[in-house]
C-alpha cells in the first residue's frame, strides 16, 4: 500500500473486527495511528503492529488535536457515550478536530451529533472481509467541505465512497442497505429450507439460482453457510436486529408503513430475543425454519 496518509495523526475508537482492520490499513497507509479501546488484547495487537494507544479518551483527543478521530462502535448509545459523554472525547477534544463515524448509528442522534462537533456519518457495508481487503462501500452524510476532508480517510478504507448529502444521509442509506440485507437473508434462508423439504438437494438449488435472476451476495456467501449450517459469527444478530430496530425507527418517524418489515423485525426479535440466537451469524436466521 503507498504511503498517501503520511503526515497524518489519526485517532481510533473501537477495534471490533472491523475497526481493528480498519485501523490497520490507516496505519499501513502511513498514518500515525493512535488507538483507544474498552478492552486491552485489540489494543495491545494494534501497539504491536506499530499504532499508538490511549489510555483515556480525553487523552485520544488530545493526541490527535485538530485531525480525525475515528469511531466504530457498536449502537447509538456507546457512541454518544464515547464521543459526549464523562471522561468522553469531548473533554480533550480541539475544536476544528473532525469525527467520522463507520459505526450503523440512530439519524436523529447523528443529526445532533453533527450540531454539536465537526462530524461525517460514514457507515460502511462489506463485512470484515472488505474491511481487511479496504473494498468496503462507504456512506457518507455531512458537508461537502466536511467531506472532502474525510475524504483521504475514506478512500483508504473503501473502494466505493459516496457522499449522499447533508449529515444523516449516509445513515439513512446503510438502514436502506440493511433493509434489504434482513430481508433477502429471510427470503434466503426460506427459499433453501423450502427446497431441503422437498427432497431436493439445497447446495445444488443454490448453485442453479446463482446463474439466474435470484443471485446475490447474500445467496453466494450466506447461502452457503445456510447449507453448510456454519453459523460462526462473522455479522452477529444481535447487531442485525438492532439496524432492523433503527430502521423501524426511522420508518415511524417518516409515516412510512409496510407489513412485510413489520414481519421482519418480528423474526428477527424471534430469533435474537425469544430464542437466543444474538451471538450467532446473522446467516443463522435459517434456524427458525429448520
Same mark, same amino acid.
Given at each position: 500500500?503507498?504511503?498517501?496518509? &503520511? ?16 485501523? !490497520? ?11 483507544? +479501546?474498552? *478492552? ?26 485538530d485531525g480525525v478521530i475515528c ?22 477534544? +480541539? ?13 436523529? /442522534?447523528?443529526?445532533?451529533?453533527? !450540531? ?8 460502511? *457495508? ?40 447533508? &449529515?444523516g444521509s449516509g445513515q439513512v442509506?446503510?438502514? /436502506? ?38 443471485? &446475490? ?7 452457503? !453457510? ?5 453459523? /460462526? ?18 420508518a415511524a418517524s417518516l409515516g412510512?408503513? &409496510?407489513?412485510?418489515?413489520? +414481519? ?27
Amino acid at each position: 500500500m503507498d504511503k498517501t496518509l &503520511s503526515g497524518h495523526k489519526i485517532g481510533f475508537a473501537g477495534l471490533g473486527n472491523m475497526g481493528r482492520a480498519m485501523a !490497520r490499513r490507516l496505519h499501513e497507509a502511513g498514518a500515525e495511528v493512535v488507538v483507544w +479501546n474498552r *478492552s486491552d488484547g485489540p489494543a495491545e495487537a494494534a501497539v504491536a503492529l506499530g499504532m499508538k494507544r490511549a489510555a483515556t479518551l480525553p487523552e485520544l483527543a488530545r493526541q490527535i488535536g485538530d485531525g480525525v478521530i475515528c469511531v466504530n462502535l457498536t449502537t447509538t448509545e456507546v457512541v454518544e457515550k464515547v464521543v459526549f459523554g464523562g471522561n468522553g472525547l469531548v473533554e480533550g477534544l +480541539n475544536a476544528d478536530a473532525m469525527i467520522i463515524d463507520f459505526g450503523t448509528t440512530g439519524v436523529p /442522534a447523528t443529526q445532533e451529533f453533527a !450540531r454539536r462537533a465537526t462530524w461525517i456519518d460514514a457507515p460502511v *457495508s462489506g463485512g470484515q472481509v472488505g474491511a481487511e481487503a479496504g473494498t468496503l462501500t462507504i456512506m457518507a452524510g455531512g458537508s461537502e467541505s466536511a467531506f472532502q476532508r474525510a475524504l483521504p480517510v475514506l478512500q483508504v478504507i473503501g473502494q466505493r465512497v459516496t457522499h449522499l448529502g447533508p &449529515s444523516g444521509s449516509g445513515q439513512v442509506t446503510k438502514l /436502506a442497505n440493511q433493509l434489504i440485507v434482513a430481508q433477502t437473508i429471510d427470503a434466503v434462508a426460506q427459499a433453501l429450507r423450502l427446497a431441503e423439504l422437498a427432497g431436493v438437494d439445497p447446495a445444488k438449488v443454490r448453485e442453479a439460482l446463482l446463474g439466474g435472476f435470484a443471485e &446475490s451476495r447474500i445467496l453466494q456467501l450466506h447461502g452457503d !453457510r445456510m447449507v453448510r449450517r456454519d453459523f /460462526a459469527p462473522g455479522g452477529r444478530s444481535e447487531w442485525q436486529l438492532k439496524d432492523v430496530r433503527l430502521i423501524c425507527e426511522l420508518a415511524a418517524s417518516l409515516g412510512f408503513q &409496510s407489513p412485510t418489515l413489520d +414481519n421482519c423485525r418480528a423474526q428477527w426479535e424471534k430469533f435474537v430475543v425469544e430464542e437466543g440466537h444474538g451471538d450467532i451469524d446473522h446467516s443463522g436466521l435459517f434456524l427458525l425454519y429448520e
